[in-house]
């Protein structure tokens, strides 16, 4: 039993206990509503957090900026994340040529990737210490730098593809497997009247299916040897954004120029035999409305009846685009359907890229991969000639189908080179329903003189 001092000394002791939580409580109370509090919950690293709705840097560096579902964040918010991934890349590019951190090697497929832990590495370098951990710590995070290999293996490359226009006219499919079947639906059906207790007759659902089989895109630039540690943060970032916009150049001509089946023109390597592309799928249904002949000229008249060739497939326009190259655009300005932002509003220019104006209600995008030295057949002659074309494409029924979205490594050369490489690689495929009698949603018009 407890003397009474004892219970004094007890006593005493969990008032103060119970005044120093009390004095706690203030504490943070009076913390979050000063104004320093204010400031870091208002910094830009908070406001990218919750725009991307994450919890801390991890999470953050694993966005994909460019999903669909962050629409709303503004160009602003979603540059500040990508200039946080170009600094850790580029500082584990520096660790890799100047800290010997071991290069990452590129396997066939994703799952056969080495990535190499430079945590350490990270860490020796100036440029780590002095512009990476503060850049960090922004963000508020107490991490140690060894996830960093991890999610910059993981990290999606797509948001280095903003600024793309044909490329993002239509929808990335991710495929689980390669090759993989995507269900689509050919058809609808349609509500018939059923009378009392009568069984209704069964309909089926048309379904069909597009069929991927990817193809590996890369492209490697190399490091010069003039290269030192105080210049790499300025050239590295360079040579990484080269070698990932030549993944986007690469999709885009194919999409217009491809011809996989192509053995006389085009290089064994070139990026145009990696499928079929829409000037060939149009050609190739030409007896169905799938070309029409400009003879010489662009004219009103003409892109009406271009238009009308599609069918019930050319009819909405938010569902379609024109595709031109410079010399078609040029022409198109000076006709009677051409509309231009002020006129047409604002509207779809903020939801397609590369939007320069409207024909007949449908957005124009110009693309520098469109041939403007074409015959008037709208081949590709082996002696230049002087016409080019224009397409017209429903968007909703051809798909990107995306095996291995753009991965950016360093590496080392062949040892005879005693050099290293930044290189981009990516798993591809583009597909569209099957262009026939009953299907014309890509029109090709050729023979418009340059």
């Not at 592309?277 to 190739?284: E, F, M, S």
């Amino acid at each position: 039993m407890k003397t009474g001092t004892e219970l004094e000394l007890a006593l005493s002791f969990k008032e103060r206990v119970t005044e120093l939580e009390r004095q706690n409580e203030a504490y943070k109370k009076q913390l979050i509503s000063s104004p320093l509090a204010g400031q870091r919950e208002n910094s830009d690293e908070k406001r990218a957090m919750r725009s991307f709705n994450v919890s801390n840097i991890k999470k953050l560096l694993e966005v994909n900026t460019c999903d669909p579902k962050f629409k709303h964040v503004p160009d602003e918010v979603k540059q500040q994340v990508i200039n946080l991934k170009e600094t850790v890349d580029t500082a584990r590019a520096i660790a890799v040529c100047y800290y010997g951190g071991k290069a990452d090697r590129i396997g066939r497929t994703e799952k056969e990737d080495k990535i190499q832990n430079l945590s350490k590495e990270l860490e020796a370098s100036p440029f780590g210490k002095e512009v990476m951990l503060p850049m960090m710590k922004a963000y508020t995070t107490g991490a140690n730098p060894d996830w960093l290999s991890e999610i910059t293996a993981a990290a999606y490359m797509a948001e280095f593809e903003l600024d793309r226009k044909v490329t993002g006219l239509f929808r990335d499919t991710p495929m689980p497997s390669n090759p993989y079947h995507h269900p689509t639906q050919d058809g609808t059906t349609t509500a018939r009247i059923i009378g009392e207790n009568v069984t209704i007759t069964e309909a089926s659902f048309p379904t069909g299916r597009l069929t991927f089989d990817s193809t590996k895109l890369g492209q490697f630039a190399v490091i010069p040897e003039e290269m030192n540690e105080d210049s790499a943060p300025s050239i590295i970032p360079t040579i990484r954004e080269d070698v990932i916009s030549a993944q986007e150049r690469a999709y885009e001509t194919a999409i217009i120029n491809g011809n996989a089946a192509d053995l006389v023109a085009l290089a064994a390597d070139d990026a145009r035999k990696a499928w079929d592309g829409l000037r060939k799928l149009g050609a190739d249904n030409s007896a169905f409305g799938g070309t029409f002949d400009f003879t010489g000229t662009l004219t009103d008249a003409g892109m009406k009846a271009m238009k009308k060739q599609g069918g019930k497939f050319t009819v909405n326009p938010s569902a379609l685009a024109w595709i031109a190259s410079a010399s078609t655009y040029h022409q198109m300005t000076g006709l009677e359907v051409f509309s231009t932002a002020e006129k047409f509003g604002n509207t779809l220019f903020t939801n397609l890229t590369g939007v320069l104006g409207a024909a007949l209600g449908i957005p124009v995008i110009i693309s520098e991969f469109y041939p403007e030295t074409l015959d008037a057949t709208g081949i590709d002659p082996f002696a230049p000639s002087t016409f080019t074309g224009l397409i017209l494409v429903n968007r909703q029924r051809f798909f990107m189908g995306t095996r291995r979205p753009i991965r950016v490594r360093v590496m080392a050369d062949l040892p005879q080179n005693d050099r290293m490489l930044m290189s981009s690689y990516s798993r591809k495929d583009f597909q569209g329903r099957v262009q026939s009698a009953s299907e014309t949603s890509v029109v090709v018009g050729f023979n418009i003189a340059s």
